[in-house]
């Protein structure tokens, strides 16, 4: 690997010293650094481009939390270059390198002794008169809510063109299996292993007690409509970005075409992860 980029979080107890350990490992390797814009204000250093990032990086190391490498994932759009996700934030399903292994698994990926895990991401677009619109890939889900207060949102939902059923709610959240153990798992969703090719749908308090979160398959296709014709309806695309949405719009939501690859620690598994996140029995 000849160049690695850097995405951390712009602030934090400890990030300027971990940014500048990774810093000083890789150039110690002869790798040359790439580091974001907010990144390299932490220790007042020389930025690249997004797009630098995207079509040079062998490797992008985030040092920060869940929401800092989906952040990553964002840049790096359709590439599939390997994120090894290095944990300072609190929960971290997706940075999973503590940070006192930081540069000794770093290491170990720089000689080529590391595995990754693909995750799907989904592909949103919104249709108005056949014509699409605002189209971004997320990593962990898309989530349909009220923007006023004591409000329900009434959508109908169809899976490749079939009709599901109505829902009248605080708002749907439309997971990956990675984005399971998110809002997801908040709302009462089921968790789902991040290998699995499957998409969740989870009503968010839904007015029906016989509405439960469902999982379909990957290759399904799902349109949303929505029958509030007077209520305030936002949809948040990985919790970082929200647009309002009319009643005239479809929501369709598919698996994206292509994925990410994170690079796993080699001595855990996904279970001893959700042990160790959830706090279950030992």
């Known amino acids: 690997m000849k160049k690695v980029s850097i995405v951390a979080k712009p602030h934090g107890d400890r990030v300027k010293q971990v940014l500048e350990d990774v810093c000083q490992f890789l150039g110690d390797k002869g790798v040359e650094v790439l580091l974001e814009e907010n990144s390299a204000g932490v220790i007042g250093a020389g930025s690249v481009s997004h797009e630098r990032i ?8 985030v040092l920060g939390g869940d929401g800092t490498l989906i952040s990553a994932v964002r840049i790096l759009g359709e590439k599939e270059t390997p994120i090894l996700g290095v944990n300072l934030g609190r929960l971290g399903f997706l940075t999973e390198t503590k940070i006192e292994e930081a540069l000794p698994q770093l290491g170990l990926v720089l000689d ?16 108005e008169n056949g014509v699409k619109t605002l189209e971004i890939e997320v990593l962990n889900d898309v989530v349909i809510n009220k923007s ?39 709302a009462g969703g089921p968790i789902v292993h991040p290998s ?50 009319d009643p005239e719009k ?23 992860l959700l042990r160790e996140k959830l706090g279950w029995g030992w």
Not at 205 to 212: F, I
Request: hydrophobic share 40%; with cysteine.
């Open 196 to 245: 699995s090719e499957t998409i969740i749908l989870a009503p968010i308090c839904p007015h029906a007690l016989t509405n439960r979160p469902i999982v379909i398959s990957d290759d399904s296709f799902i349109n949303i409509r929505l029958r509030s014709k007077e209520e305030n309806v936002s949809i948040t695309y990985d919790g970082q970005i929200a647009r309002q949405v």
């Open 54 to 61: 995207k079509e040079e990086s062998d490797l992008v190391v």
């Open 112 to 127: 080529g002794d590391f595995e990754t895990e693909k995750r799907m991401k989904l592909h949103c677009h919104l249709v």
């Open 148 to 186: 006023d207060l004591a409000r329900i949102i009434e959508m109908e939902v169809y899976v490749n063109d079939y009709f599901v059923n109505s829902y009248r709610a605080d708002g749907l959240i439309i997971s990956t299996p990675t984005g399971s153990t998110a809002y997801n798992l908040a």
């Open 250 to 272: 479809i929501i369709t939501i598919k698996k994206a075409r292509t994925g990410v690859r994170l690079v796993v620690p080699k001595n855990r598994n996904y279970y001893s």
